[in-house]
């Protein structure tokens, strides 16, 4: 069981991430499994339970009300990440919604990650009564993720903990970076980018992926068609993507002329809209460094 009073600093450089992932290894020793779970509708809550033993840590993201339609009574902790403004949750309102659907019992608390260099970490007080830690992982992925963008909360704790040499099985649920009917996603982070270095992974036996066959289709063609070589299938496969990508692009541009007076409309209703507040302090901030 992870003890509710363990001590956990902020993170904000290399060397204490160094300190963060041994206070994290102790956190962790007593748990078989870590499973990440996403808000998808992909998600199937009781199926996870049922797969998973007693000794498993199940974590979850944010508004977790996407996913739990009731407390959840296994052993849990609840990830929130901050924005430029603090932590999402506290910023928006939720932690009083979101933090009713765990058990007290199995619950370990609230951790509040950051992954991006504008991000801002909010005071365990912000949280009310619940044992908040707070990890930084900024520095974990300058060297190499896209500057452009910032990793999403799953991504990010997934890489991280597979650095620590846990001798824990790490498993993703729901992370399959889809827009469904319900949730989308987020233009600032490079999805396509997280999924690849995921399948890899999961292919090398680092992590686990639920619902997801770690063979390669298209690696297994070598095997059963000698004649074609790994570059000669990568060359043809580039040649089909790129083929459905131009017939796309070309359904997209008649979508686009079609919808042209219904994004005018959708354009004069958001400029005749209030604005919220998250759009007053960036209007406030803005002035300010003016």
């Not at 779970?37 to 944010?62: Q, W």
């Not at 001798?167 to 999805?191: C, M, N, P, Q």
């Not at 297994?220 to 074609?228: G, Q, R, Y």
């Amino acid at each position: 069981m992870i003890d509710r009073d363990a001590r956990f600093e902020k993170a904000g450089s290399a060397a204490i991430v160094a300190a963060a992932a041994d206070e994290w290894r102790s956190l962790l020793a007593d748990y078989g499994d870590v499973v990440l779970v996403a808000n998808s509708d992909e998600v199937d809550i009781e199926e996870l339970k049922r797969r998973f033993p007693d000794t498993t840590l199940f974590i979850f993201f944010n508004k977790v009300f996407k996913v739990l339609s009731e407390p959840f009574t296994r052993h849990s902790m609840l990830f929130s990440r901050s924005g430029t403004l603090g932590a999402n949750l506290v910023k928006s309102g939720k932690v009083d919604k979101v933090l009713p659907y765990f058990d007290t019992r199995t619950f370990h608390g609230v951790v509040n990650i950051k992954a991006g260099p504008n991000e801002q970490l909010s005071p365990a007080s912000d949280f009310g009564d619940v044992h908040v830690r707070h990890l930084d992982l900024t520095d974990v992925f300058t060297p190499f993720y896209p500057r452009s963008s910032v990793p999403t909360t799953g991504f990010a704790l997934c890489f991280w903990l597979t650095t620590l040499n846990l001798g824990t099985r790490i498993t993703l649920a729901g992370f399959s970076s889809k827009r469904s009917e319900r949730y989308k996603v987020l233009d600032v982070h490079d999805w396509t980018f997280e999924q690849v270095l995921l399948r890899l992974m999961f292919r090398k036996g680092k992590i686990n992926i639920v619902g997801r066959d770690a063979s390669n289709p298209y690696a297994d063609l070598c095997a059963h068609f000698p004649e074609f070589t790994p570059a000669d299938i990568e060359l043809t496969a580039n040649e089909i993507i790129d083929e459905r990508l131009g017939n796309l692009s070309s359904i997209v541009d008649r979508l686009m002329d079609v919808t042209r007076f219904l994004r005018f409309l959708d354009r004069t209703w958001k400029s005749l809209k209030p604005r919220s507040r998250k759009q007053r302090q960036w209007d406030s901030m803005e002035n300010k460094r003016r």
